[in-house]
Nanobody, 118 residues
Framework: QVQLVESGGGLVQPGGSLRLSCAAS????????MKWYRQAPGKARELVAS????????NYAGSVKGRFTISRDNAKNTVYLQMNSLKPEDTAVYYC???????????WGQGTQVTVSS
């Protein structure tokens, strides 16, 4: 069955770094655009970063541009989110998403908690 399993979340001090991973299985990973979303308590889920199927095109929310980097390894069926210079406002549950909207297909992971606090 389809699985997206996030890992790498945790507690980090402001200014620190974390690397999130999302391991995919049960579908043809290389056909899908991959995205990271986040949802803070009491707020709507927001798109943080996206990468196209080949990895050649990336996009970022303005709030994370220059600090976060999305990448993927199609041989390992994994997408990553490198997060640097973390701020308390980055605190949220981070979700991995596989998107092939042209076929009406969208998969979600279970989320991983990131907490930025001193």
């Amino acid at each position: 069955q389809v699985q997206l399993v996030e890992s790498g979340g945790g507690l980090v001090q402001p200014g620190g770094s974390l690397r999130l991973s999302c391991a995919a299985s049960g579908f043809t990973f290389r056909y899908f655009a991959m995205k990271w979303y986040r949802q803070a308590p009491g707020k709507a889920r927001e798109l943080v970063a996206s990468i196209n199927s080949s990895g050649g095109t990336t996009n970022y929310a303005g709030s994370v541009k220059g600090r976060f980097t999305i990448s993927r390894d199609n041989a390992k069926n994994t997408v990553y989110l490198q997060m640097n210079s973390l701020k308390p406002e980055d605190t949220a549950v981070y979700y991995c998403n596989a998107d092939r909207s042209s076929f009406g297909i969208n998969y979600w992971g279970q989320g991983t908690q990131v907490t930025v606090s001193s």
